[in-house]
């Protein structure tokens, strides 16, 4: 179920054209990676979804409730950390998840399991102002959480969280993704983090979203093929390929999936002797250099 929907969102600071013509959905159950440089329009974004900054044009709708139109019901199932957690530093992580839980009528037992949740042990007691970033990271997202929202937005939750934290934060990520009717927009410069956990990756670069659909393509069709036979002649009508004397493996570019069979039939007429074959799987840091490495 369709719980997020932009359209054609624009959106200027001054004469800066910050979002030009975003477009996107989250579904319930996903978790979509939001990947971009600094400055790509991330932040402004997820700014624009939780009502924190207005845009000139296009639509949002959260579950069906339009932001300009129907705002409270719109950003009544949506919760965010954007720009780290906003917390009072004077309170202890206990009294600060007591007070937004009061602010927004959650009950008791919820309290004590967003408190587990956080595992800070006894630190819970002790002023936020004297916390690392993982630590407010984790009561941050203990607020955030506890209201059951459908649609959750982190702004790179995964800064100042150590490996064991952001193992944590990951799986419960995807968790609640899994288990909860939620969907939940994730930003990380940590390409490894995104692929981990995400159903979908959206790409921005200077305010517009790349189509990815293009990186799904060319991800099918990059062959490997080790031989100690000269294939060169055999594939050279055919097929765009280059070849590695040091490993002795040809890398064949295919246009489409089918030619697959081709490329085997080939093989087969001509008896090559082939010692391994393997698809070639493009990394997300190589799709990330093919968007943003001009
Ligand atoms: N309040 C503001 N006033 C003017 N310009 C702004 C403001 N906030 C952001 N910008 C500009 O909007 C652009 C997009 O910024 P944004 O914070 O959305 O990027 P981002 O993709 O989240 O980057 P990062 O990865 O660094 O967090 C940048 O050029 C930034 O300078």
Do not use: W
Not at 74 to 99: R, V
Not at 106 to 118: L, P, W
Not at 127 to 138: A, E, F, P, T
């Amino acid at each position: 179920m369709k719980i997020l929907e932009v359209k054609g969102l624009m959106k200027n600071y001054g004469k800066s054209e910050i979002l030009k013509d975003v477009n996107f959905e989250v579904n319930t159950h996903e978790v979509i990676g939001f990947i971009g440089p600094n400055g790509a329009g991330k932040t402004t974004t997820m700014k624009c979804i939780s009502g924190l900054t207005g845009f000139h044009q296009g639509s949002i709708q959260v579950d069906g409730h339009d932001i300009k139109k129907d705002r409270i019901e719109a950003l009544k199932y949506q919760t965010s950390m954007i720009e780290g957690p906003a917390l009072y530093p004077e309170l202890s992580g206990k009294e600060n998840i007591k007070l937004f839980a009061s602010l927004r009528g959650v009950s008791k037992e919820r309290v004590d399991e967003m408190i587990e949740m956080t595992k800070l042990g006894k630190n819970i007691n002790r002023k936020v102002s004297q916390y690392s970033m993982g630590m407010k990271q984790r009561v941050g997202l203990a607020i955030s959480l506890m209201s059951n929202p459908k649609l959750i937005m982190l702004d790179e939750p995964t800064n100042g969280l150590d490996p064991s934290g952001v193992i944590d934060l990951l799986t419960l990520v995807k968790e609640l993704a899994t288990k909860e009717e939620i969907g939940i927009l994730f930003s990380s410069h940590t390409l490894a983090d995104v692929e981990k956990i995400a159903d979908r990756i959206i790409f921005i670069k200077d305010g517009q979203l790349i189509d990815e659909s293009q990186f799904v393509k060319d991800q099918s069709i990059v062959y490997e093929v080790k031989t100690e036979e000269d294939i060169n002649d055999i594939l050279k009508d055919q097929f765009v390929f280059e070849y590695n004397e040091v490993v002795k493996t040809y890398t064949i570019r295919l246009e489409k999936k089918e030619d697959l069979n081709e490329l085997l039939q080939l093989f087969s007429k001509n008896q090559v002797t082939v010692l391994d074959i393997s698809k070639v799987e493009q990394s997300i840091e190589d799709v990330y250099k093919d968007i943003y490495y001009d």
